[in-house]
């Protein structure tokens, strides 16, 4: 079993920048795949970046490519997304995902954190 706990959400401007961590129980993290939704409201839940178990795979969804990073760090259990360039249609919230093994499909994972709120300003 793997717990997430997100962390790092806030309100920001147009155009600023937010990290976002996920800090992941267990011992086995660096055999996990890795990745972010998001939920806006009134909208369905959407694919935003993955990450293989080495890091040597990254995924994006379009809307967020050239702006939005993830990287992970295997020695403190911990994936981040680096957010720039943020609009305020990036207003969601955000959850951390995982799953053991390969991406293979991007829209199925094992385990989800709870949540954290971005909200974006104009």
């Known amino acids: 079993q793997v717990q997430l706990v997100e962390s790092g959400g806030g309100l920001v401007q147009a155009g600023g920048s937010l990290r976002l961590s996920c800090a992941a129980s267990?011992?086995?993290?660096?055999?996990?795949?890795m990745g972010w939704f998001r939920q806006a409201p009134g909208k369905e839940r959407e694919f935003v970046v993955a990450?293989?178990?080495?890091?040597?795979?990254?995924y994006s969804a379009d809307s967020v490519k050239g702006r939005f990073t993830i990287s992970r760090d295997n020695a403190k259990n911990t994936v981040y997304l680096r957010m720039n360039s943020l609009k305020p249609e990036d207003t969601a919230v955000y959850y951390c995902?995982?799953?053991?093994?390969?991406?293979?499909?991007?829209?199925?994972?094992?385990?989800w954190g709870q949540g954290t709120q971005v909200t974006v300003s104009s």
């Open positions: 267990g011992r086995t993290f660096s055999s996990y795949a």
């Open positions: 995902v995982a799953k053991k093994g390969s991406i293979a499909t991007i829209q199925e994972w094992d385990y």
């Open positions: 990450i293989s178990w080495s890091g040597a795979g990254l």
